[in-house]
């Protein structure tokens, strides 16, 4: 099945036309050139904006290597500056395509184990809240007993929050290679990619790649991480749990305790 991709415009990669600035290879150009051509390419003509070329290819699988322009090509004193010009934007255009293809089968899968871990941690994430808001009828004399339990919700939302982000990192890792290959205008967004699968992943929290490898990754109360906002919740309750044993005067509950 053959694949056309554009260039600076929305791509689905299910048939849509690559353009690029320059001139199309006459037939004769095109035959002088075709031992450097992609092994997947299949033609180049006019693109539908004048000065614009489309390419198409057939489709790519994501286990092909990198698209590169050969050193021949690029040592061939026998190319014309048009011809050269034609290949390499050949290759840019079908690197997009690979970068998309192998973007699709490298995250696809991860993407299917985010799913259940997202509802692990939107479980967890509830019981969390409906622990903490159970101190609001909560007897006095039974704190202690609810504070384990919040404590024990504490931890079960870290844990899922923990296993969300692992493989959150993995997958903007992913997508941050096809954005280098690919460039930003020609990027593959992950919704995309699970939209496609059928995953509904309206809800997901998935941080920029840097939040999960900057320096600051890991510091509480920073980055924007699932188990940085988990942290965020979970001090804050604890505030509001110390502002109501100092206004009660409560001595018998230790700050040590709400730490």
């Known amino acids: 099945m053959a694949e056309l991709i554009p260039l600076k415009?929305?791509?689905?990669?299910?048939?849509?036309?690559?353009?690029?600035?320059?001139?199309?290879?006459?037939?004769?150009?095109?035959?002088?050139?075709?031992?450097?051509?992609?092994?997947l390419f299949l033609r180049s003509e006019p693109g539908r904006f004048e000065g614009w070329v489309t390419y198409s290819f057939r489709a790519f699988t994501g286990l092909e290597e990198q698209p590169q322009m050969s050193i021949e090509a690029i040592r061939d004193t026998t190319l014309t500056r048009e011809q050269s010009a034609e290949l390499s934007n050949?290759?840019?255009?079908?690197?997009?395509?690979?970068?998309?293809a192998r973007l699709r089968r490298q995250a696809g899968p991860l993407l299917k184990q985010a799913a259940p871990m997202w509802e692990a941690w939107t479980a967890?994430?509830?019981q969390l809240v409906a622990t903490f808001r159970e101190f609001w009828t909560t007897e006095d004399g039974l704190w202690r007993a609810q504070l384990l339990r919040l404590t024990d919700a504490e931890r079960a939302a870290e844990a899922a929050?923990?296993?969300?982000?692992?493989?959150?990192?993995k997958?903007?890792?992913?997508?941050?290679?096809?954005?280098?290959?690919?460039?930003?205008?020609?990027d593959l967004?992950?919704?995309?990619?699970?939209?496609e699968l059928g995953l509904d992943d309206s809800d997901w929290h998935i941080a920029w790649h840097g939040a999960y490898t900057s320096s600051t990754a890991g510091w509480r109360g920073i980055g924007d991480r699932l188990i940085d906002r988990?942290?965020?919740?979970?001090?804050?309750?604890?505030?509001?749990?110390?502002?109501?044993?100092?206004?009660?005067?409560?001595?018998?509950?230790?700050?040590?305790?709400?730490?």
């Open 124 to 126: 967890a994430h509830g």
């Open 90 to 100: 050949e290759y840019e255009a079908a690197r997009v395509l690979w970068s998309k």
């Open 230 to 259: 988990v942290h965020k919740e979970i001090d804050a309750q604890r505030e509001r749990l110390r502002e109501v044993q100092v206004l009660a005067g409560d001595r018998d509950l230790s700050d040590s305790e709400l730490v």
């Open 161 to 169: 929050a923990e296993a969300f982000d692992d493989i959150a990192e």
């Open 189 to 195: 967004p992950l919704s995309t990619i699970a939209k």
């Open 9 to 39: 415009t929305p791509l689905d990669d299910t048939g849509l036309s690559h353009h690029r600035p320059g001139t199309a290879t006459s037939t004769a150009a095109a035959a002088d050139i075709s031992r450097y051509h992609h092994p």
């Open 171 to 186: 997958l903007t890792r992913l997508a941050e290679e096809q954005i280098r290959v690919a460039g930003e205008d020609d």
